[in-house]
Structures are given as C-alpha cells and as structure tokens.
C-alpha cells in the first residue's frame, strides 16, 4: 500500500523560509510525476509546483514563482517544496500528490493526480 507523508509545516513570520517534505512509502518516487497544492483558509484547493520524474522540469504557479523551488530526491524516496520570502497569502494546508504512474508530462490541474498526501499546515504570520 502506498503512503505519502508531508511534514515540515509550522508557524513562521513574513519573509521567512520554510521546507516542506514529502515521503513516499510502498513505490518508488521516480516512478511519478509529483505536484504541490495547497488550500488556503475558505478557498478552494489550488496548485502550486509540479516536476517530472527526474526532475528535469518544473512548473509553478505565478504566485509562487521566484519564492518557491519543488525538487525531488528519487533515492530517499522524498519530494520537497522550498519556500521562501513566505507571505501571509501563502498561509493553507500544503498538500503532495502523485500522477498515476502511465503519466510522463507535468500538469497544474488536480484532476490529473489520484494520490494525495493528509496535509500539512503552514501558517504565515505578519
């Protein structure tokens, strides 16, 4: 059975650098492209960052392009989302998923992934 795990979420200030983390157990990570969201309080649930297997493209929404970096280590089985220069509108329960493995292309819609993590809570204040 597969699990996936974030962590690294917490409370931080405005300007601040975080790194999100994600584990995955039961397959190996390089056999998915993998993707960010996150779901900001009384929004709905938006993307983030997307990369390929091996991590040799990446995309990013506009609001976080130039702050965030989605990367990926195969051998540890973990994905991570660096963020810095953090935002309070960056505040939302931050969420890994995973394409199905027959997936070779990055995708923006979470209509394309059928894997989710539990979320992890990353509170920005000013």
């Known amino acids: 059975q597969v699990h996936m795990v974030e962590s690294g979420g917490g409370l931080v200030q405005t300007g601040d650098s975080l790194r999100l983390s994600c584990t995955i157990s039961?397959?190996?990570?390089?056999?998915?492209?993998m993707g960010w969201f996150r779901q900001p309080p009384g929004k709905e649930r938006e993307f983030v960052a997307s990369?390929?297997?091996?991590?040799?493209?990446?995309y990013y929404a506009n609001s976080v392009k130039d702050r965030f970096t989605i990367s990926r280590d195969n051998t540890k089985n973990t994905l991570y989302l660096q963020m810095n220069s953090v935002k309070s509108e960056d505040t939302a329960v931050y969420y890994c998923?995973?394409?199905?493995?027959?997936?070779?292309?990055?995708?923006?819609?979470?209509?394309?992934?059928?894997?989710w993590g539990q979320g992890t809570q990353v509170t920005v204040s000013s």
């Open positions: 039961g397959r190996d990570l390089a056999s998915f492209v």
């Open positions: 990369i390929a297997r091996y991590g040799l493209t990446t």
């Open positions: 998923a995973r394409r199905p493995q027959t997936a070779t292309s990055v995708s923006t819609s979470m209509n394309d992934y059928n894997y």
